[in-house]
């Protein structure tokens, strides 16, 4: 064999063999690439998986904490209503109840009356009428 042909039966052989180097990388990368992708949708799950439980925790934590919030909230409202009712008892202002137990009277009062001056009228129709009747007896014809 002469040199030429040697050089150019190596150059051959070195392509050969850089392209067999180039289908072997990328076989690698196919089969790391498999591995890599198994590997990321593992680790997303168990990620996934973990956040749904934090979230789950957030959204428990801030649901005990409204419910505490409307506790506190319902108590300093009840304090706030014992407060002001107090001051305006000392300032006499009536309760609500008062009022309706006063309303209550006055209705009762004014039916009493009501009920007086029927009879009233009755009794003095009553008296009208015999006045009448004994003046036309009194009368001659």
């Known amino acids: 064999m002469s ?12 392509a050969q063999k850089i392209w067999l180097a180039g289908l072997g990388a990328l076989a690698i990368a196919e089969e790391e690439g498999s591995k890599i992708f ?3 949708v593992e680790k997303g799950e168990t990620f996934e998986s973990t956040a749904r439980e934090k ?3 957030v959204k428990s934590k801030v649901n005990e904490s409204k419910a505490k919030v409307e506790e506190k909230v319902d108590k300093i409202e009840e304090m706030v209503n ?5 001051v305006l008892g000392k300032m006499g202002v009536p309760t609500r109840d008062e009022i ?17 001056k029927k009879d ?7 008296s009208t009428t015999s006045k009448s009747k004994s003046k036309k007896a009194e009368t001659p014809q």
């Not at 040199?3 to 070195?14: A, C, L």
């Not at 009233?120 to 009553?126: F, I, L």
Request: charged letters at 35%.
């Open 3 to 14: 040199k030429k042909e040697k050089i150019q039966s190596e150059i051959k052989e070195s």
């Open 82 to 86: 014992k407060n002001v009712s107090s």
């Open 38 to 40: 198994k590997t990321l």
């Open 120 to 126: 009233e009228a009755g009794s003095s129709k009553e």
């Open 100 to 116: 309706n137990q006063l309303t209550k009277k006055v209705e009762e009062l004014m039916g009493l009356i009501a009920d007086m």
């Open 55 to 57: 979230m789950t925790n």
